[in-house]
């Protein structure tokens, strides 16, 4: 399966927590701007890690979100 595919499969919530942490945004902010709590953040980025395979850390998030073309280098 391709990254992009990967990708695809993530729930919208996932894909904006993904595309934030990536931007370098604290866990606080992206909760605040998409009206969660920070803990619900961290269950989202959570289930990303489980979903997709190899993502250990937040460079591995990065290297995948530019893959599948959801992140512009």
Request: hydrophobic share 45%.
């Amino acid at each position: 399966m391709t990254d992009a595919q990967l990708y695809a499969r993530l729930s919208k919530k996932q894909k904006l927590c993904l595309e934030g942490v990536c931007k370098g945004l604290p866990v606080k902010t992206i909760a605040a701007a998409l009206r969660i709590s920070p803990k619900t953040v961290d269950f989202h980025l959570r289930r990303v890690r489980e979903k997709i395979p190899g993502l250990h850390c937040i460079a591995d998030m990065v290297r995948f979100a530019i893959r599948a073309g959801a992140l512009k280098p």
